[in-house]
């Protein structure tokens, strides 16, 4: 074989002559298959920067709207039903017991307020079909009057109830303790209630008395404090007597406290008709 057909490996070649790339065109790439180094006029962008300009501004879809739309109308009812199952924790730490005897108050409560309704339904009926409606009206405002006159304390009372009696020997009973008794009576259904010798009414207020004692009214009473009560007893003793209610509270004030039954207690202490200063009745 001549020289002249050798094989092409063994002729020497020559590479082309290089040729400079123009300004502003990109570099050949790398072998790892990257791009050469960036035009020297544009700056170079961070790996944070470019992470935010992936980021921002967002490309949000259609169905990315309607899952955030769902979680949050389920982050909204798993909120709601936190906030009432934290409404009713108190109830769920009580005691079968202390339950039942709440369910009672309430049936009690209720059934106090339809007879009420009842009794208002009948006096309607009876001023509706009377043959002398004057009569008839005459005899229910005298009623009326003396059911409020109770109310006001204008005029005594008695009926069944309790006397609760508190021995503060310390002195350390004070005016709000008295009222949340007070409060307490009021809520379990009590409808006259005397502080020793003092009416308690719709305005009646406490304060504590320099020295010792408790005001009432700006009468000054002292241990042991007498509560003369009229109501269903069935319903004002356990009242008193749930647990961390008024007697609890008082006895870890070290005061000796007393609930007793009674189908009579006399409430006859008075105080005088006050006659409001700018109120007037809408029928003058």
């Given amino acids: 074989m001549s020289a002249d057909e050798s094989p092409d490996y063994n002729r020497r070649r020559e590479l082309p002559a290089e040729v400079p790339s123009a300004p502003g065109t990109p570099g050949p790439e790398t072998p790892t298959g990257h791009a050469g180094p ?105 009623e009326r009057e003396r059911q409020l006159g109770i109310l006001a304390g204008t005029v005594a009372a008695q009926g069944p109830g309790i006397t609760l009696t508190i021995e503060d020997r310390k002195g350390a009973i004070e005016a709000d303790m008295l009222l949340d008794a007070i409060q307490e009576l009021r809520a379990a259904g009590a409808e006259a209630i005397q502080i020793n010798d003092v009416r308690v009414v719709a305005d009646t207020y406490l304060s504590d008395a320099e020295g010792g004692g408790v005001r009432v009214d700006g009468r000054k009473v002292g241990e042991p404090y007498l509560f003369k009560v009229i109501g269903k007893p069935q319903d004002l003793e356990p009242a008193l007597n749930i647990p961390g209610g008024v007697v609890q509270t008082l006895e870890k004030e070290q005061a000796t406290v007393t609930v007793e039954r009674s189908e009579k207690i006399v409430v006859d202490a008075l105080r005088p008709a006050k006659r409001p200063d700018y109120a007037r009745s809408s029928s003058q």
């Fill in 38 to 142: 960036e035009p020297e006029g544009k700056p170079q962008l961070t790996g944070r920067q470019r992470l935010a300009k992936g980021l921002w501004p967002p490309r949000v879809t259609r169905p990315q709207l309607i899952v955030a739309l769902l979680l949050f109308v389920l982050g909204l009812g798993l909120a709601i039903q936190v906030r009432s199952n934290s409404d009713s924790s108190a109830l769920r730490g009580a005691r079968q017991e202390d339950l039942v005897r709440i369910l009672d108050e309430l049936d009690d409560r209720t059934e106090r307020l339809e007879q009420e309704k009842r009794r208002l339904e009948d006096q309607r009926t009876g001023l509706e079909n009377s043959s002398d409606q004057a009569e008839e009206a005459r005899k229910q405002t005298v």
